[in-house]
């Protein structure tokens, strides 16, 4: 019933940019925090970038600040990381993660590759 699904990712030079989107259905979008989680081969899934619920606040791993924005339409159960200057050290798959009390969902992932 719950589904977040991403969109968005591929394959980008240095210095781009992308923007993923994830849609979401089947719980109450607006009073959930939406995160963005990237994991590399090899690595643990690491947290990116999240929004509170109702979009006040948000935060960002140290190595995207100034270059990823995170954003939701709450109206379109739309949650959005708008990626610029994009390095090859952004190469992972992203997932979009939407979390509330004991409810954890997450999306299959959207592969973004830096490279030239």
């Known amino acids: 019933q719950v589904q977040l699904v991403e969109s968005g990712g591929g394959l980008v030079q240095p210095g781009g940019s992308l923007r993923l989107s994830c849609a979401a259905s089947?719980?109450?979008?607006?009073?959930?925090?939406m995160r963005w989680h990237r994991q590399v081969p090899g690595n643990e899934r690491e947290l990116v970038a999240s929004i509170s619920s109702y979009g006040a606040v948000t935060t960002y791993v140290d190595s995207v600040k100034g270059r990823f924005t995170i954003s939701r339409d709450d109206a379109k159960n739309m949650v959005y990381l708008q990626m610029n200057s994009l390095e090859p050290e952004d190469t992972a798959v992203y997932f979009c993660n939407a979390r509330k009390l004991s409810y954890n969902y997450w999306g299959q992932g959207t592969q973004v590759t830096v490279s030239s």
């Open positions: 089947g719980f109450t979008f607006s009073t959930y925090a």
